[in-house]
């Protein structure tokens, strides 16, 4: 069964330019938070994970803006996993305001399963339970 998570988050002054905006920086950090959150939902947190030794790297990230969120705003991210393959995985996001659901921002990030020596590793061989909760949270785009 496809899993999303919708996580929300304030604004803070420190996040903003003079004209009170949220600098554009702030939305990969936002997707984090909200990335994070999804994989503790799952079951796969990266804190018990990095404990067992599969660390997830970032291999890139994109995000397109659609409209500023300001101080004291409260977004809504919407994250998803659109592809796993044992090896990666791909995430989209969905950021709105909280009061308006005006789109601020839609973005993707996709990642690599690795050792704490930096080798490449196959969760369904190192980890055949969360390669299943993997494949389980998957939401297939059309």
Known sequence: ??????????????????????????????????RIRFFEELGLGYK??????????????????????????????????????????????EIRDKETGELRCTGRSKHCFIDPNGKVLSIKRVSPERHKLFEEAVERED
């Open 1 to 34: 069964m496809a899993h999303v998570t919708f996580y929300e988050h304030q604004v803070q002054y420190y996040e903003t330019d003079q004209m009170a905006i949220a600098h554009h920086s702030n939305y990969i950090r936002w997707f984090e938070e909200a």
């Open 48 to 93: 018990q994970s990095e404990a067992e030794g599969i660390i997830s790297p970032v291999v890139s990230v994109e995000a397109n803006y659609k409209s500023m969120s300001r101080f004291y705003d409260i977004v809504v991210i919407r994250v998803s996993m659109t592809d796993y393959t044992g090896v990666r995985c791909a995430l989209k996001y």
